[in-house]
């Protein structure tokens, strides 16, 4: 079974820190994505990538920024974490070509900055 | 990319059909119809997708008018587990820079 991987389910982190969120897929998908989700929000795109080291902001990209050094590996980088960054953070992956197909979400990390 | 519009709730009981209708008024010739289903704590997981006229699967049916400018989730015999948001997407799959705008969703509790 297809999978998207998030190396932690919760995560408490302290103001000023400097937060790496990892996504790993094993689909061999070239599209990644990076959402959070906040309730009476909804899920808000912050980044995603379509190839190896390419990025594009999404449509809340302040305060975070992205590395995709190898195909399957995405990773979401709080520079400096601010208690306004608490979120439920989802990772999903897809790949380029001929529909149907759909987007594959990890099962995402609760991030709490105190 | 179109903007849609769907129901924020709905209320069914175990064993009913239950439809989710979505609006796309914009929607464009080369977009394609996606639903996503999420549970509580889970990231959002694939249910359908369709571009014209009716698809099945083992989950769901999807049902898409000739002009395209809405399109109804359409869950048979739904069961406790299904509650769940439905979130309904519109957009050109095959761009090379498509990528999914989420809406509020529409929140189905299934009572027994």
């Known amino acids: 079974d297809v999978k998207v991987t998030q190396s932690s389910r919760y995560l408490v982190k302290r103001t000023g820190e400097k937060v790496f969120l990892e996504c790993v897929q094993d689909m061999d998908h070239e599209n990644m994505f990076w959402y959070r989700q906040d309730p009476g929000l909804g899920l808000r795109l912050i980044y995603f990538?379509?190839?190896?080291?390419?990025?594009e902001k999404g449509d809340i990209p302040e305060g975070y920024s992205v590395s995709r050094e190898k195909k399957e590996r995405f990773s979401l980088i709080l520079e400096s974490a601010s208690t306004n960054q608490t979120s439920m953070y989802l990772c999903?992956?897809?790949?380029?070509?001929?529909?149907?197909?759909?987007?594959?979400f990890g099962s995402g990390t609760r991030l709490t900055v105190v | 990319l179109a903007k849609t519009t769907q129901p924020i709730s709905m209320d069914s009981y175990e064993g009913q059909e239950v439809n989710i209708t979505c609006s796309h008024n914009?929607?464009?010739?080369?977009?394609?119809i996606t639903w996503y289903q999420q549970f509580p704590s889970q990231g959002p997981r694939f249910i359908i997708q369709?571009?014209?006229t009716k698809v099945t699967n083992e989950v769901a049916s999807l049902f898409i008018p000739a002009d395209r400018k809405s399109s109804t989730l359409s869950l048979p015999r739904v069961s406790l587990s299904d509650t769940a948001v439905y979130y309904c997407?519109?957009?050109?799959?095959?761009?090379?820079?498509?990528?999914?705008?989420f809406g509020s969703g529409t929140r189905l509790l299934v009572r027994p």
């Open positions: 997407l519109v957009g050109d799959v095959a761009d090379s820079s498509y990528k999914l705008i």
């Open positions: 999903a992956s897809s790949p380029r070509g001929e529909p149907p197909y759909g987007y594959t």
């Open positions: 914009n929607i464009a010739t080369n977009d394609y």
């Open positions: 990538s379509y190839d190896v080291k390419m990025k």
């Open positions: 369709g571009y014209k």
